[in-house]
């Protein structure tokens, strides 16, 4: 049995014997492998978090008819860029062109009839310093006068009334931005319970809202407090494709309150 063992072992090292002279040839032959040296160094590690947001835009405008009239013409491309000023919808203008010319003439004939009262006045207050002259008759003479005066001032008001919804036929763009379709189009009769004719969102600057939970926002606060807080943080977004939009955003509103359902505060 002992003799059986020690043959055993004397066969199994021979076999590593051969193993390693073969081990050492081929190494000889083939030279020490190759071994990567990378130098240790020092370096600041910056630290970044994450969060989901959404795009939203700054300006959103939802155009109305501040008259009732007939939309006779619409001057954009439902999609394009607009800016602020241009025209944007055409109504119906005669109606409020004839009372604003009526109301004009309304005012030249009260003029007319205040400048009458006013000769009167002058005459009946020469007359008093006369013995002809008497004290009822100024008084009527400058009541006159006064009424007058009144009614032209009311008349003035009434013609800026109608001059102003003249200028509701001409719907223009508040903002500058991109325009919507048009829910309306022409032929059709607008009123200010018409709804919205169209939107325009401003496309320049824009916001990111994201939600930062409660124990992030600490976590924040106790990293940046101590460097400046917002001013410290370098905020970048990353677009639904993986690239990194070309300009850094800056944080300017904090929600002052916390979602109940989510437990997180808005930053925009």
């Known amino acids: 049995m002992s003799q059986r063992v020690g043959a055993s072992s004397f066969l199994f090292t021979f076999a590593l014997a051969i193993l390693s002279v073969q081990a050492r040839a081929q190494l000889a032959q083939g030279g020490p492998p190759a071994v990567g040296v990378v130098r240790a160094e020092r370096q600041q590690i910056t630290q970044s978090d994450e969060f989901i947001g959404r795009i939203q835009a700054v300006g959103r405008v939802a155009l109305v008819a501040r008259v009732s009239a007939f ?140 939600p930062v939970s409660v124990r992030a926002g600490l976590d924040l606060r106790n990293r940046y407090e101590a460097k400046g807080g917002f001013s410290a943080v370098v905020l970048k977004m990353r677009l639904p494709d993986g690239r990194i939009y070309g300009q850094n955003g800056k944080a300017d509103y904090v929600s002052p309150t916390v979602a109940e359902n989510t437990d997180t505060r808005r930053i925009r």
């Open 71 to 210: 939309l006779e013409k619409r001057l954009f491309v439902e999609g394009s860029e607009v800016k602020q000023g241009d025209l944007l919808y055409q109504l119906e203008q005669p109606p409020f062109q004839a009372v604003v010319d009526a109301d004009r003439a309304n005012i030249e004939q009260l003029e007319a009839q205040h400048r009458n009262a006013e000769l009167t006045l002058e005459r009946a207050e020469a007359l008093l310093k006369t013995p002809a002259g008497q004290q009822a008759t100024v008084d009527s003479a400058l009541a006159s006068e006064r009424a007058l005066a009144a009614q032209i001032a009311g008349a003035q008001a009434q013609l800026q009334t109608a001059q102003i919804n003249l200028g509701y036929t001409e719907i223009r763009a508040p903002i500058d931005g991109k325009i919507t379709s048009t829910a309306v189009t022409e032929g059709n009769v607008v009123s200010p319970t018409s709804g919205t004719l169209a939107d325009i969102v401003s496309q320049d600057p824009m916001y990111v809202d994201f």
